[in-house]
């Protein structure tokens, strides 16, 4: 495995925080705003299965499962299955602002063997900012972008 720095990516969400952590981490997972049929144990260990078509205009599923959660703060799953296992490690964390709002950190630690596999972390990073782009819109207007 090549040794990079895990991509960061930060968001400031004008909703409450109970309202943002539910957005994300729920049974459903990011149905209707980003996912099209995407489900969460919401337990440390649990299964998460993602399911894409509306973004992607093909069916796109992948699965993963829950490190740890801590209820309103983090959110911590391995995802994004490839033949020698599950390439990417996301740590969310959910902090309330002192005006109400919300930020959003996603840490996320996608492994990689060599240069020829980079596109599979462009392809993380690409997508962790069309969510946030998406989610946002969806919690501060109420929008679904899709």
Known sequence: MLKLTPMKFIEYI???????WNTFVNKNGW?????DGMKMELK??????FRWERL??????????TVEIIPYKL??????EYEDGFRSKVTMKFQENIEG???IS????????????I??????????????TLAKAYLEKNVILL
């Open 75 to 80: 959110w911590e799953f391995w995802w994004y």
């Open 14 to 20: 004008d909703a409450p925080l109970k309202k943002v």
């Open 31 to 35: 149905d209707p705003w980003f996912t």
């Open 119 to 132: 596109d599979i972390r462009y392809g993380c990073a690409f997508g962790w900012g069309q969510m946030l």
């Open 106 to 117: 996603i840490i996320d630690h996608t492994l990689i063997k060599t240069l020829d596999e």
């Open 101 to 103: 709002g919300t930020w």
């Open 56 to 65: 992607t205009k093909e069916v796109v599923t992948d699965k993963g499962y």
């Open 44 to 49: 440390d260990g649990g299964e998460i299965f």
